[in-house]
Every structure is written in structure tokens, then in C-alpha cells.
């Protein structure tokens, strides 16, 4: 997280809505072997977050025995040119959106593991549409339930919620809209949304304030 306040990311609500869009992020877990990193699609349920990994990943033991882990979401981010702002002394900078949680992990049983998978790509799968939705009945009869043997299920009771927003929000807007318009031509399109100084996006309003623990 940011240690600059003004760039957190008051509200809990803001921070779940980026963790919903992206759907997707970086599990850190401290094993016998140190910290490791995977990366999983993510279903946020209010404070849970359930994810799956392969019973072969160097974190599955770690998990399956209870372990606290960290979870990073990061939303758009692009670097910023110094000369884009049209002030002296700029310096490069890069701007973002992301979101820690953390919290210890619990397994979770087989009839809500196969729950998750089913959420998890109905979820995904409607966002294709008007594709028809992919459902695990597709397959060959037995087909999903043997490579469901190959993974395990996990629920993060989230302990923390961390959220920056670092989107040069404490500058005027005309130099937000000018900033913005650099990184449209560049194609960054999601993160010069972010710069619109009117954006709706799940950054939402940025406040001194902490986020709620």
C-alpha cells in the first residue's frame, strides 16, 4: 500500500467492486521453502475469498495447513511522463489501482469446492455474452470430476483490506484531462478512464482516511 494517505482507498465497498471486475489476482504464502507466489481467479462472497490452486503448487501444503496469506488485485496502472503534466521539476512516475487483503486460509470440502468451480465460470462465462455460457456439464460424462482431483479449494477470511488508488487525484483536473489524453493515445485506455477526474470506476472517491481493517 501507498504510504502517502491522500492515495488510499477509503471505502471497503471500492475496494470489493475492483476486486469483483478483475476477478483475478496474486496469492502470496509463506512455505517451508519461503514466500511463494500463485495466481488465481478470485469469487469475493463479503469477507471470504475463495480461490483454487493445483494440489501440485509449492503453496497447497502451506494452505491446506492453515496458513495466513496475503492476496494482491491490481487494477489499471500505466507510467506517467513527467512532461505530460506541463509543471516544472515532474519527475517519471507510474500511476495504479490495486488491493492487498489478507487473512488466514481454511480448505474448503469437496461440495463447496465444485460450487466455486460452477460460480467461477458462470461468473466469467456470462460476461461473453451473448456467447451461450460454458457449464461443466459440457464435457464428456466424468471428464471435469477426474481434473477436479488434481486441485484443492481454499476460503481467505479476509482480516485486512489495504486499497491505493495513486491517480494523481491532488492535481487539478485540467491537468488530469491532460494526463488522461496522453495515455489515450498511447492506447491505456482503462487507466485514462481512471484519470477522468468525473470517472465512476471502483476506485470511487479517495480520502485521507484509512481503510476499515
Given at each position: 500500500?501507498?504510504?502517502n494517505r491522500k492515495f488510499h482507498i477509503a471505502a471497503r465497498e471500492e475496494m470489493a467492486a475492483l476486486v469483483?471486475?478483475?476477478?483475478?489476482?496474486?496469492?502470496?504464502?509463506?512455505?517451508?521453502?519461503?514466500?511463494?507466489?500463485?495466481?488465481?481467479?478470485?469469487?469475493?462472497?463479503?469477507?471470504?475469498?475463495?480461490?483454487?490452486?493445483?494440489?501440485?503448487?509449492?503453496?497447497?501444503?502451506?494452505?491446506?495447513?492453515?496458513?495466513?496469506?496475503?492476496?494482491?488485485?491490481?487494477?489499471?496502472?500505466?507510467?506517467?511522463?513527467?512532461?505530460?503534466?506541463?509543471?516544472?521539476?515532474?519527475?517519471?512516475?507510474?500511476?495504479?489501482?490495486?488491493?492487498?487483503?489478507?487473512?488466514?486460509?481454511?480448505?474448503?470440502?469437496?461440495?463447496?469446492?465444485?460450487?466455486?468451480?460452477?460460480?467461477?465460470?458462470?461468473?466469467?462465462?456470462?460476461?461473453?455474452?451473448?456467447?451461450?455460457?460454458?457449464?461443466?456439464?459440457?464435457?464428456?460424462?466424468?471428464?471435469?470430476?477426474?481434473?477436479?482431483?488434481?486441485?484443492?479449494?481454499f476460503a481467505l477470511d479476509i482480516r485486512e483490506w489495504r486499497g491505493t488508488a495513486k491517480v494523481d487525484q491532488?492535481?487539478?483536473?485540467?491537468?488530469?484531462?491532460?494526463?488522461?489524453?496522453?495515455?489515450?493515445?498511447?492506447?491505456?485506455?482503462?487507466?485514462?478512464?481512471?484519470?477522468?477526474?468525473?470517472?465512476?470506476?471502483?476506485?470511487?472517491?479517495?480520502s485521507d482516511r484509512e481503510a476499515p481493517a
Amino acid at each position: 500500500m501507498h504510504p502517502n494517505r491522500k492515495f488510499h482507498i477509503a471505502a471497503r465497498e471500492e475496494m470489493a467492486a475492483l476486486v469483483r471486475a478483475e476477478g483475478f489476482g496474486t496469492l502470496v504464502v509463506p512455505t517451508a521453502a519461503g514466500l511463494r507466489a500463485v495466481h488465481v481467479p478470485l469469487l469475493l462472497e463479503g469477507e471470504r475469498l475463495l480461490f483454487h490452486v493445483s494440489r501440485g503448487n509449492a503453496v497447497h501444503g502451506a494452505l491446506a495447513a492453515g496458513a495466513e496469506a496475503l492476496v494482491v488485485v491490481n487494477g489499471p496502472h500505466a507510467y506517467v511522463s513527467p512532461d505530460w503534466y506541463g509543471l516544472p521539476d515532474r519527475v517519471p512516475t507510474w500511476n495504479y489501482v490495486a488491493v492487498e487483503l489478507n487473512g488466514p486460509v481454511r480448505a474448503l470440502s469437496e461440495h463447496e469446492l465444485v460450487t466455486l468451480l460452477d460460480t467461477l465460470s458462470a461468473e466469467f462465462e456470462n460476461r461473453l455474452a451473448p456467447k451461450r455460457p460454458w457449464t461443466s456439464a459440457d464435457p464428456s460424462p466424468g471428464h471435469v470430476g477426474r481434473l477436479r482431483k488434481a486441485i484443492a479449494g481454499f476460503a481467505l477470511d479476509i482480516r485486512e483490506w489495504r486499497g491505493t488508488a495513486k491517480v494523481d487525484q491532488d492535481k487539478p483536473p485540467e491537468i488530469r484531462d491532460r494526463i488522461a489524453a496522453a495515455l489515450r493515445e498511447r492506447g491505456e485506455e482503462a487507466m485514462a478512464e481512471v484519470m477522468d477526474p468525473s470517472s465512476s470506476l471502483p476506485t470511487g472517491p479517495i480520502s485521507d482516511r484509512e481503510a476499515p481493517a
